[in-house]
């Protein structure tokens, strides 16, 4: 059978969510193989998935417009939306100097393994994904206001959809306010994205992260790091954990 | 290198760690000639202090000898002799430009767990937990100083260790917290709790001109210091009334300023505010016992100030946020921005104006530490302060 994407996101999370409750009721009637039980794992895995035989059989294809394209994908309501800011003692000319060079951003983003430049405001970045997965994609700058704003969309053939805007806004004497916005349409929708945060990767901490680190390089000259300090005897738990944060 | 390691609650021991090593370009290691045990270790020392992990190195009072510098440092060179301040702060960002530098936005690298616990992350600081940055600390041979262009402070010859050492946390601490009160002429300043940092806020208060200080402990050989080498008048709360004898020492004012050196595991005399909390922490319904609080708040006189150097970490249940509303008090607390006080208080210990290091009481190599963990906590021969040399 081939089994491929036919829901949109909000289809997904229902599904997955009144799946749960059913299974949840059949428990609590002590009847967890019955008909409910049944129905409810099934949505569960519907959800999921993302495949509906329903949808199927009648044909209906929501993702038949193309999921890679950054305005069907993201326009309106569609994809996940994150905003960040941070403010940073340094002047606006020079934090927007910072983010426009890539070899600041790669180093910044820890997941990002690299950024080349292949053309007038076009990059291509190649980053490392959850269980060694590696996502490539190319992107374009769709605006540049110097030493305002920078836009950015992802083009087509992308693996994960994504567009984005950078506003520095002068704070104070010599300060700059960054206020980030992201769009992006993840892998299995809303509901994917939904699970990845419960298993507690979470992009918009990631993003948060990635600012500090821009602002402490900017500010200090460098990133603080404990990491590599001697210490005494460690649990196997702390090596554990530490091991799962790496 | 030998390291004190933090193990469990009233488990710390000595062991053989690596080495630390420059991990930034304006790091700088520095080989410890003297650390002491705060007051504040304590709290970790008694678990309290959420965060902290079996191996943690503790300690983050410590001077010493720069022995090796990162590639961006030029102010100091191997062989100077340094205080390190038990904050971290990097100079550059906007709470360091004003000099709030326990308020660095940059030197904690765990700032996300500070931010999940109290909105947004303070500085980082050595030895003091995985909240706070995870830094290790300075009860050890070596220890590795990140933003070294900004936090030690070279000290002259002349002046012996524990002359100095005090620099890195407990004078300063004490010197704000004094100057918290803003202090005028006239002006009665009662200080709860008589271990070092309290030693040092009445030393301090008269330093900023209080016309008396009233100091309050239950531990007779801590009040006898404050009587004797502080020259406040004392009070000791088991005792008891001792919110109508400060009233009547102060001719029915109360204190112009109330400062709490105690912080989060207050005693307390046999009050129920001291059991409901003691309840409610053994439960983890609460993390903060603060008798020395509400006792501050409620004693301190109409307009005054109530200055908290001793550490919090968590919930507070029962503060009579009531009595400090009715009596337009105001409340000062924080970590202590080290790096402001460093040249000042230097220069008063130069001129002799104060020596800091009447608090030590005990001496021991850093291989005793564990004792000296122990004899501070129950208070046992008199200790009032734990000096250790590697």
Not at chain 1, 16 to 44: D, E, M, N, Y
Not at chain 2, 278 to 301: E, F, H, I, P, W
Not at chain 2, 317 to 338: E, S
Not at chain 2, 372 to 382: A, N, P, Q, T, W
Request: charged residues 20%.
């Amino acid at each position: 059978m081939h089994v491929s994407r036919n829901m949109e996101g909000w289809e997904q999370t229902i599904s997955i969510l009144a799946g749960v409750a059913l299974v949840a009721v059949a428990i609590k009637r002590r009847k967890p193989f019955g008909g409910a039980a049944t129905a409810g794992v099934g949505l569960v895995l519907r959800g999921a998935s993302g495949y509906c035989p329903v949808n199927a059989a009648i044909g209906r294809r929501p993702h038949a417009r193309r999921r890679d394209d950054t305005r069907t994908a993201l326009g309106g309501p569609r994809g996940i939306h994150l905003r960040e800011s941070v403010t940073i003692a340094r002047p606006p000319a020079d934090v927007f100097a910072a983010w426009r060079d890539p070899a600041t951003l790669a180093r910044l983003m820890p997941h990002v393994e690299r950024i080349e430049t292949t053309g007038a405001g076009r990059t291509h970045w190649v980053m490392r994904g959850p269980a060694g997965i590696t996502l490539e994609w190319d992107a374009e700058t769709i605006a540049e206001v110097e030493p305002e704003r920078i836009a950015w969309r992802t083009l087509p053939g992308a693996a994960v959809a994504s567009a984005g805007s950078v506003q520095f806004r002068p704070f104070g004497e010599a300060g700059t306010e960054v206020h980030v916005t992201l769009q992006y349409d993840p892998p299995g929708g809303k509901a994917g994205a939904a699970l990845a945060w419960l298993w507690g990767d979470s992009p918009h901490s990631q993003l948060r992260e990635d600012l500090r680190r821009f602002k402490a390089v900017l500010e200090a000259g460098e990133a603080p790091t404990a990491t590599g300090q001697p210490a005494g005897h460690r649990s196997a738990a702390f090596r554990a954990a530490r091991e799962a944060l790496t | 290198m030998k390291a004190l390691c933090w193990h469990g609650a009233r488990d710390v021991r000595i062991e053989t760690v690596p080495d630390p090593s420059i991990l930034n370009p304006r790091d700088a290691i520095v080989r410890v000639t003297a650390t002491a045990i705060c007051g504040s270790d304590l709290h970790l020392y008694d678990g309290v202090i959420p965060t902290l992990a079996a191996g943690d190195i503790l300690g983050h009072e410590f001077m010493g000898e720069v022995v090796e510098v990162g590639s961006a440092i030029t102010s100091l060179r191997p062989g100077d002799r340094v205080v390190v301040p038990f904050t971290i702060a990097c100079g550059a960002c906007g709470p360091c430009r004003v000099g709030r530098w326990s308020l660095c936005d940059n030197s904690n690298p765990h700032a996300w767990m500070a931010e999940k616990l109290y909105g947004y992350s303070a500085s980082g600081l050595f030895g003091y937990s995985h909240l706070y940055g995870g830094y290790a600390g300075g009860q050890a041979e070596y220890v590795r100083v990140p933003f070294a262009d900004v936090g030690p402070v070279k000290v002259p010859a002349v002046l012996s260790d524990e002359q100095v050492l005090f620099l890195s946390d407990i004078f300063p601490t004490g010197y704000m917290a004094a100057e918290n009160c803003a202090i005028q002429p006239g002006h009665v300043v009662a200080v709860w709790g008589c271990g070092p940092v309290g030693l040092l806020a009445v030393a301090s208060a008269y330093l900023l001109g209080a016309a008396r200080v009233i100091a309050i402990d239950r531990v007779p050989h801590r009040l006898a210091l404050a009587r004797e080498v502080g020259h406040a008048e004392t009070i000791n709360f088991e005792d008891g009334e001792l919110l109508e004898r400060l009233r009547d020492m102060t001719g029915g004012r109360g204190p112009d300023a109330c400062i709490d050196a105690v912080g989060l595991e207050a005693h307390g005399a046999a009050s129920i505010g001291a059991y409901y909390d003691a309840v409610k922490s053994r439960l983890r319904l609460a993390t903060d016992r603060l008798t020395a609080l509400r006792q501050a708040v409620m004693a301190c006189g109409k307009g005054g100030v109530v200055s908290i150097p001793g550490v919090y970490g968590g919930m507070l249940d029962k503060v009579p946020i009531g009595a400090a509303f009715a009596k337009g008090l105001t409340m000062r607390m924080g970590q202590t921005h080290v790096h402001r006080y460093l040249q000042p208080l230097l220069a008063l210990i130069e001129q002799g104006a104060i020596d800091p290091s009447f608090v030590v009481s005990h001496r021991l190599p850093l291989d005793r530490a564990p004792d000296g963990y122990r004899m501070f906590l129950e208070k046992v021969d008199d200790c009032t302060k734990v000096v250790l040399t590697p």
